[in-house]
């Protein structure tokens, strides 16, 4: 089993920023493959951003391409999602997952994920 907590939200005006993390335990850190999903209410669940086990790979859903930053530190046992240039668009919760099953790879697809966090709000004001 692997615990993700997620941490970083809050409020923000539109055109600021936040940096959520996202401390994992339980197993080894570099044998996942992470990512992380939002979602709006009445919405459904969106892909933001992957990132392979050693960092070296990653991929962004077209609505944050270029504003967002995803990272990770193997030492640590932490995902980082910087989020830069906000919108008021992208206000929703935030989730943290983690995946064994392809751990090479940037995992988009949100069934391929085993383990999830909590999740933390995120809210953009206009």
């Known amino acids: 089993q692997v615990q993700l907590v997620e941490s970083g939200g809050g409020l923000v005006q539109a055109g600021g920023s936040l940096r959520l993390s996202c401390a994992a335990s339980?197993?080894?850190?570099?044998?996942?493959?992470m990512g992380w999903f939002r979602q709006a209410p009445g919405k459904e669940r969106e892909f933001v951003a992957a990132?392979?086990?050693?960092?070296?790979?990653?991929y962004y859903g077209d609505t944050v391409k270029g504003r967002f930053t995803i990272s990770r530190d193997n030492a640590k046992s932490t995902v980082v999602l910087q989020m830069n240039s906000l919108k008021p668009a992208d206000t929703a919760v935030y989730y943290c997952?983690?995946?064994?099953?392809?751990?090479?790879?940037?995992?988009?697809?949100?069934?391929?994920?085993?383990?999830w966090g909590q999740g933390t709000q995120v809210t953009v004001s206009s």
């Open positions: 997952a983690g995946t064994g099953r392809r751990a090479w790879d940037v995992v988009v697809r949100s069934s391929l994920y085993d383990y």
């Open positions: 990132i392979n086990w050693s960092g070296g790979s990653t």
């Open positions: 339980g197993r080894t850190f570099s044998n996942y493959a």
